[in-house]
C-alpha cells in the first residue's frame, strides 16, 4: 500500500511562490500525479512524474526524488483562482492511484 | 457526452435502501475507478476495472459493488445504504496503454444516507 502525506493547508499572497511538499512509503513505485480540486468540483490533472527531477508547466513545476520518496508542486506568480485544493497521489504496478488527503491553498489579495 | 458522466448529481437516502450511481465515459478507456471523498481524508479508491468485463476492490470495497458488463459504463451499487456512505463520489477513467495515463473524473454524485 502507500502511505502519502502532505500539510493540511497554506496561505500565500497572490503573485507569490508557494511550494506544496509530498512525502510517500510505496510498496511498488509507478508515478507521481498531482491534481487541483477547486471546492464543488471535480480534480483535474496538473502534472506526472515517473523519473527524478523536475517538469515544468506554465505557472506550475513538479519535482520527483524517487529515493527520498519526495515530491514538491511549485505554484509561482499565484492568481486568485490558484485557490483550490492540491492532491499529491501515487500510482502502484497496478495503475492504481492512492490520494494524500490534500492540501488546500488560500491565495490572498 | 463528451468526457466522462455521472447520475445523480445528488440523493437523499434512506437507510437500507438500495442505490446505484451511474458512470458513464465516451473517451474509450480502458480502466475505470470508483472514489469517495471524505473531509480530512482525501480520495480512496473504492473498486476498479482495468477493462471490460473484469473488476478488482480498492481500499474501501465493503458495502459496495460493482460491474463493467462494456467500456463505457461502470455503475456503483450500494446494497443496503448506511449513514457511513455519506460522501461524494467521483468515477473516474483512464487510458492504460499510454504513457501519461492520467484519470480523468467525473463531476461527483454527492450522496447523503440519513
Known amino acids: 500500500g502507500q502511505n502519502i502525506d502532505q500539510p493540511t493547508e497554506m496561505t500565500a499572497t497572490e503573485g507569490a511562490i508557494v511550494q506544496i511538499n509530498c512525502t510517500y512509503q510505496?510498496?511498488?513505485?509507478?508515478?507521481l500525479f498531482w491534481y487541483q480540486q477547486h471546492a464543488g468540483e471535480a480534480p483535474t490533472f496538473l502534472s506526472y512524474n515517473v523519473l527524478d527531477g523536475l517538469e515544468e508547466k506554465g505557472r506550475f513545476s513538479s519535482f520527483l526524488s524517487r529515493s527520498k520518496g519526495y515530491s514538491y508542486l511549485l505554484l509561482k506568480e499565484l492568481q486568485m483562482k490558484d485557490s483550490a485544493s492540491y492532491l499529491c497521489?501515487?500510482?502502484?504496478?497496478?495503475?492504481?492511484?492512492?490520494f494524500g488527503a490534500g492540501t488546500t491553498v488560500t491565495v490572498r489579495a | 457526452i463528451a468526457g466522462i458522466t455521472q447520475a445523480p448529481t445528488s440523493q437523499i437516502l434512506a437507510a437500507g435502501r438500495r442505490m446505484t450511481l451511474r458512470c458513464t465515459q465516451d473517451m474509450r478507456h480502458n480502466a475505470m475507478y470508483w472514489y469517495r471523498q471524505d473531509l480530512g481524508l482525501g480520495l480512496r479508491l473504492i473498486h476498479y476495472?482495468?477493462?471490460?468485463?473484469?473488476?478488482g476492490k480498492g481500499e474501501v470495497p465493503d458495502g459496495y459493488s460493482v460491474s463493467r458488463a462494456n467500456t463505457d459504463d461502470f455503475p456503483l451499487t450500494l446494497a443496503s445504504a448506511v449513514p457511513s456512505q455519506t460522501s461524494v463520489y467521483f468515477c473516474?477513467?483512464?487510458?492504460?496503454?499510454?504513457?501519461?495515463?492520467?484519470?480523468?473524473f467525473g463531476p461527483g454524485t454527492r450522496l447523503t444516507v440519513l
Open positions: 497521489a501515487v500510482r502502484d504496478r497496478d495503475y492504481k492511484l492512492s
Open positions: 473516474a477513467s483512464s487510458d492504460s496503454e499510454t504513457g501519461g495515463n492520467e484519470q480523468f
Open positions: 476495472s482495468n477493462t471490460a468485463g473484469t473488476t
Open positions: 510505496t510498496s511498488g513505485f509507478n508515478g
